[in-house]
Every structure is written in structure tokens, then in C-alpha cells.
């Protein structure tokens, strides 16, 4: 590994899997039981809108039965103690990041916890079911959804992750199927703009000949491997002995 100071991370649905979250790709294409086309699109929320609400109360609820593992623990860990810039991109909605101590952290996609107001934009903490007919807080309306990135809707704080890309000496993509862009594009602008790429994730990817090595194993063994590695380079780096 050559000489690294900035690292951007994205993270994906096999991160959590370890923790209990269902990935996407169940049986049949289905998601917990649904199409995606029926609880994942603004057209699903206009047409159906106490389904989605439902179908995202369960997930919310289901975050109290669930803890962080030893992949979301190491990424907490490099946070805290890698000296040059990092950030980790989620695409999960789930808390599980952040749980577990990371505070270097993006949600892409959204949050399950987080109500936004269609009508006047603001965004509230909500940990408890969120009924079609809430009242928005601040501006009395009935517009609250969940702060989810539906299919079709721009992912959230692109500037700032296109900026740490473009000043990444290593992209680390884990636990994703890299068939959902943008995210999927990150691995070739990371690459354009001269960072090393590395994937670590169960199977091969739809996005794994684009990394110059994969990786492939559980996030709960490979993600704590790969951590202890990059902060035993960086004491390397940093120790007197090495300049
Ligand atoms: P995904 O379910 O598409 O892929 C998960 C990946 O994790 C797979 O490649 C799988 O091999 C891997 N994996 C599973 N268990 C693992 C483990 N223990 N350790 C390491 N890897 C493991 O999820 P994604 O890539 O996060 O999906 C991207 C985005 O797609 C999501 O954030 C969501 O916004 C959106 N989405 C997609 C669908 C869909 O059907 N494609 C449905 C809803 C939402």
C-alpha cells in the first residue's frame, strides 16, 4: 500500500446485513416482501401513500431490534483514529454507522429516522410511526414523508461527496452491488481522479472489474482486517523512524 491520507468509504446494505437488515435482492426481486416500484418511487407515495408510510414505520421499527457489528465497529474505529481526511458514504438508511460511533458519515439514501416535509423542506428526528396525516411541525401542513432517496430523486450531498472523491487517495467500496447509480459510478471517478480502489464484499460485484482488487468475504471479518491494516500503515507513516 503507497503512501494514503484520504480515504473515501461507501457503504452499502451487505454492511448491515450481519446486524439482521435484509439486503435488496430477496427472492423474486422483492424487498421485504414488496416491488420496489410499489414503496421506493414518489409515484408509490402519491398513489399509496399510507403503504409506504407503513411499509417504512416497520423498517424504522425494526432499528430498535438490531446493533452495529464488527464491520460498522471498525469503520468507527478508523474514524476516530485515521489523522487524514476521511468519509464514509452510506447508502443504508439505518442508524447502525452512527450507533456505532462514527461521526465522518454521510446518508446518501436517507434516513429511516428523519421526517421531511414536502411542503415547507424541513427535516425532523422521527423515531416513531409517521401516519400519512401528521401534522409538519413547523409549517402545519400534512406533506411529512420519510426522508428516504426514492428511485428517481437526486441522492443527498453530492457536492461534498464528489469533493472528497476528487481528493481520495483510496476509494473503499463495501458491501454493495453496484447497480444503483450514482453510487455505482464512484468507483471509476475515484479511479479518473487518481485513487487506488479497493472492494470488499461477499461476491463478486456488478461493479467489480471496475476496482483494482475486490476482496470477497463477510463485512463482519474482512472490513476489521482490512482497518487494523490501513491504521498499522498510517503508525508506519507517522512513527520518527520511518522519515
Ligand atoms: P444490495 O442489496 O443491492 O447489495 C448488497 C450487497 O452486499 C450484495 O452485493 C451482497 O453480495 C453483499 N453482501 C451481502 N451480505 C454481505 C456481508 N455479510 N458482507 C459483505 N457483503 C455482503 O444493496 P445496496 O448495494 O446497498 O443497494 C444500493 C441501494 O439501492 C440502496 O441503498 C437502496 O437505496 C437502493 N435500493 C435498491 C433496491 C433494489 O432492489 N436494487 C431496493 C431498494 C433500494
Given at each position: 500500500m503507497g503512501a494514503i491520507r484520504n480515504i473515501v468509504i461507501l457503504t452499502g446494505a451487505g454492511v448491515s446485513a450481519e446486524s439482521g437488515i435484509a439486503t435488496f435482492r430477496g427472492p423474486g426481486g422483492l424487498w421485504e416482501g414488496h416491488r420496489v416500484e410499489d414503496v421506493c418511487t414518489p409515484?408509490?407515495?402519491?398513489r399509496d401513500p399510507a403503504l409506504v408510510h407503513r411499509f417504512y414505520d416497520l423498517r424504522r421499527a425494526a432499528l430498535r431490534d438490531v446493533r452495529p457489528n464488527a464491520a460498522h465497529t471498525a469503520l468507527a474505529r478508523l474514524?476516530?483514529?485515521?489523522?487524514?481526511?476521511?468519509?464514509?458514504?452510506?447508502q443504508n438508511v439505518d442508524d447502525l454507522h452512527e450507533r456505532?460511533?462514527?461521526?465522518?458519515?454521510?446518508?446518501?439514501?436517507g434516513e429511516l429516522q428523519s421526517a421531511?416535509?414536502?411542503?415547507c423542506g424541513v427535516r425532523e428526528r422521527w423515531t416513531d410511526?409517521?401516519?400519512?396525516?401528521t401534522e409538519c411541525p413547523n409549517c402545519g401542513t400534512f406533506a411529512l414523508r420519510p426522508d428516504i432517496v426514492f428511485f428517481g430523486e437526486m441522492p443527498y450531498h453530492m457536492d461534498r461527496i464528489e469533493a472528497a472523491l476528487a481528493a481520495a487517495d483510496l476509494f473503499v467500496s463495501i458491501g454493495t452491488s453496484g447497480a444503483v447509480y450514482p453510487a455505482a459510478g464512484f468507483v471509476q471517478m475515484a479511479d479518473a481522479y487518481g485513487a487506488d480502489t479497493l472492494e470488499l464484499n461477499l461476491e463478486r460485484s456488478a461493479g467489480s472489474g471496475f476496482f483494482a482488487r475486490s476482496e470477497l468475504g463477510a463485512a463482519g471479518e474482512l472490513v476489521p482486517a482490512w482497518v487494523d491494516?490501513?491504521?498499522a500503515a498510517q503508525s508506519t507513516q507517522s512513527s520518527p523512524m520511518s522519515r
Open positions: 409515484e408509490a407515495l402519491a474514524d476516530r483514529e485515521w489523522t487524514g481526511d476521511l468519509l464514509i458514504v452510506t456505532a460511533g462514527a461521526e465522518r458519515l454521510v446518508h446518501m439514501h421531511l416535509c414536502a411542503a410511526a409517521l401516519p400519512p396525516e491494516t490501513v491504521l
